[in-house]
């Protein structure tokens, strides 16, 4: 039984050291412009320290140049290849056939991992890319596990398969949306969705005898959320999936913050690590716990045991957890007693916390009983976050690490 990686997602250099402290083996990132994030906080000079930073703990960083370009993107495209091979980059993921082959004639050394873009479902899509240079394609979110079994046997044994496990579904194709730029000008193919199937919708009918005269459909004071679907999460399946081969493990959200990175790298971490080590003592719903705490809307399989399944769509539309919040990031090793914290949310005396530590699936709690001013020592009763980056010194009855974060009990 191989044991898979677990990649997760770097919107920036903070995030992929906290996706690292929490157990990923890999992250995947990417520049502003050239790939399907184009508000994620990463440039160049981030993108290489990621990568060095990478490299000195042992774990592999993979870009993404996944846009469908234009011919007006290849100048840049040419150059942002060139600067990945310099730093050595793992692999690139990429989706644009066009790109692909750009990347093989300046980089050839470079590993090419398909992107969930080109819509891998079958063996006979991966063995093409393999044949034109691929070292691991990322199955589309469509695949079901019939299907991705099929592509376990009958792959080349030397092709590398990826999945998602958990994170955002889109309704369109593995991705492929055109919605965001008929309603708000934003190419999702070019890294910049306004996830318009997000939105609230009002929705209205028309007689054809009566030309005009709309009659709305009942909705809630807040439209119909039609279109927006549920977080994928396959914690139950991952047994399955370890089972099949699957050689990497991926989760969604590099506009995510730190806190969900932690939250749902941590519960992931856990669950392969269990499973290998007892294999007929694994629980899910003790991961499940934890990746409830930080779901913002409902989670769902999607087609991965029922290729007809129709329980994923979010009519609710939810976008926030009732029940707990980032409460804020250690920033110093320090052993039980006074630690400096920056906060996220507001937090007071009374408030109950919870520690994310690296490696461990429960959480550790306590009640916030000391708060004080970081610049004058003085006791303070509540702090808001104000401006970004607010800090604020805390009495944890704990010994903490650097980065650990925080999560706060509404």
Not at 25 to 32: E, F, S
Not at 58 to 79: F, M, P, R, T
Not at 169 to 176: D, N, P, Q, V
Request: with cysteine.
């Amino acid at each position: 039984m191989k044991k898979p990686e677990l990649l997760a997602p770097a919107g920036s250099f903070e995030k992929a050291k906290v996706a690292f402290m929490y157990g990923a083996d890999a992250v995947y990132c990417g520049t502003a412009s050239l790939s399907l994030r184009s508000r994620a906080e990463v440039d160049d000079n981030d993108l290489e320290k990621t990568i060095i930073y990478a490299h000195n703990i042992g774990k592999k960083v993979y870009a993404a140049l996944n846009i469908y370009a234009w011919d007006s993107n290849y100048e840049e495209i040419e150059k942002q290849v060139k600067m990945l091979d310099k730093v050595h980059v793992d692999a690139i993921i990429a989706s644009d056939g066009g790109v692909i082959q750009k990347i093989r004639e300046i980089a050839p050394n470079i590993d090419i991992h398909v992107s969930t873009q080109a819509n891998v479902i079958s063996y006979h899509s991966a063995k093409f890319w393999y044949d034109n240079g691929a070292k691991r394609v990322i199955l589309g979110r469509e695949a079901s596990k019939n299907q991705i079994e099929e592509i376990m046997k009958n792959k080349p044994k030397d092709l590398e398969v990826e999945m998602f496990i958990h994170g955002a579904l889109c309704w369109a194709y593995s991705g492929r949306c055109f919605l965001s730029q008929y309603l708000s000008c934003r190419s999702a193919n070019l890294g910049d969705c306004s996830q318009s199937c997000r939105w609230a919708y009002n929705l209205y009918i028309e007689e054809k005898n009566n030309p005009g005269n709309l009659m709305p459909v009942e909705t809630d004071e807040k439209g119909t959320y039609i279109l927006s679907s549920k977080d994928l999460c396959l914690i139950k399946e991952i047994p399955q999936i370890i089972e099949m081969g699957v050689d990497s493990l991926k989760i969604e959200g590099r506009l995510k913050t730190e806190y969900y990175l932690a939250s749902v790298v941590n519960a992931y971490r856990n669950a392969i690590d269990d499973y290998m080590q007892n294999p007929d003592k694994y629980d899910y719903t003790k991961y499940l716990n934890e990746l409830e705490k930080v779901k913002t809307r409902g989670l769902t399989e999607f087609y991965f045991n029922d290729p007809n399944n129709k329980d994923f769509q979010e009519y609710e539309g939810k976008q926030y957890n009732p029940n707990f919040e980032f409460g804020g990031k250690i920033l110093e090793d320090k052993e039980n007693g006074i630690v400096l914290v920056e906060i996220k949310n507001k937090l007071s005396i009374g408030d109950t916390l919870e520690i994310l530590v690296p490696n461990k699936i429960t959480p550790e709690k306590f009640i916030i009983e000391k708060l004080y001013d970081k610049e004058t020592n003085e006791e303070i009763p509540t702090i808001n976050p104000g401006k970004l980056g607010q800090k604020v010194k805390m009495l944890i009855p704990y010994n903490v690490k650097k980065g650990w974060i925080l999560r706060r009990k509404k």
